[in-house]
T-cell receptor, first 112, second 110 residues
């Protein structure tokens, strides 16, 4: 059974600081997704990582994938209040109809 | 272009009542999915449909049935609602490597 673990589950940080959210998964997969969710809203796709060593950046967020270590990271640089949201990673089980298995989510609060 | 739409947005049911959650997509995608989201647990797959006329169970299918009526529509039915089915339900479809999620249905079973 595939397990996806995120940590931390809750992160409170000051504006301007850097931090990393970790996503570990338990089986072979070379496709990993990061999503953002604002309270009461649906999921917004942030990054799709498709191969070992993939790195993608958008604004203050950078995601990477190490398939050998079964680890993805979402790095936040110089956090701002607008980044406050819940962030999910999800692993794609392609051989099972592209089903996604989600981590529990990281609640990020950026304090001014 | 509406993308993925879901109805209703909110619903309150009494234990034992039935209802159907509707999902439609206008992107002409083959695959569609139903997830539920509970606090602290991320999203969990209930059922999915790889193409019109086919459906398969996901991680938490008990208490639910689905119908893939045509390529556009994928409905989720609760035959006899239970308080444990209180959750937010998301429908999704996939294009190449990305899943697109509907706005969600917030269901409360009392």
């Amino acid at each position: 059974e595939l397990k996806v673990e995120q940590n931390p589950l809750f992160l409170s940080m000051q504006e301007g600081k850097n931090y990393t959210i970790y996503c570990n998964y338990s089986t072979t997969s070379d496709r990993l997704y990061w999503y953002r969710q604002d309270p009461g809203k649906s999921l917004e796709s942030l990054f799709v990582l498709l191969s070992n060593g993939a790195v993608k950046q958008e604004g203050r967020l950078m995601a990477s994938l190490d398939t050998k270590a079964r680890l993805s990271t979402l790095h936040i640089t110089a956090a701002v209040h607008d980044l406050s949201a819940t962030y999910f990673c999800a692993v794609d089980l392609r051989e099972y109809g592209n089903k996604l298995v989600f981590g529990a989510g990281t609640i990020l609060r950026v304090k001014s | 272009n509406a993308g993925v739409t879901q109805t209703p947005k909110f619903q309150v049911l009494k234990t034992g009542q039935s209802m159907t959650l509707q999902c439609a997509q206008d992107m002409n995608h083959n695959s569609m999915y139903w997830y539920r989201q509970d606090p602290g647990m991320g999203l969990r797959l209930i059922y999915y449909s790889a193409s019109e006329g086919t459906t398969d169970k996901g991680e938490v299918p008990n208490g639910y049935n689905v119908s893939r009526l045509n390529k556009r529509e994928f409905s989720l039915r609760l035959e006899s609602a239970a308080p444990s089915q209180t959750s937010v339900y998301f429908c999704a479809t996939i294009l190449i490597y990305e899943q697109y999620f509907g706005p969600g249905t917030r269901l409360t079973v009392t």
